[in-house]
């Protein structure tokens, strides 16, 4: 089974989210589905599900390797270098 080899560098605590929704999305009048947070800065993303996919730019422009949901009641994390639930 394949595992995330990004986890163990994260920063702890998680960082604050830079803002409680899409910033990307707002100021394009774009309606996401669900929100991202980047484990690494605290970006706020779309989810893949939303039509402009901003947590993933995010991680293509940035490197960033993990997200996890930020949604209530919702606790995963994705790594998009492994491909990995973690």
Wanted: with cysteine; hydrophobic share 30%.
């Amino acid at each position: 089974m394949k595992q995330c080899t990004h986890v163990e560098v994260l920063p702890h605590p998680e960082p604050e989210p830079r803002s409680e929704r899409c910033l990307e999305c707002l100021a394009v009048g774009a309606h996401p589905v669900q929100l991202r947070l980047c484990l690494e800065c605290g970006h706020v993303g779309c989810c893949d599900s939303s039509p402009l996919r901003h947590a993933t730019a995010h991680h293509k422009e940035s490197g960033h390797p993990v997200m996890r949901t930020f949604e209530p009641g919702e606790n995963w994390r994705w790594c998009f270098v492994d491909h990995v639930l973690v």
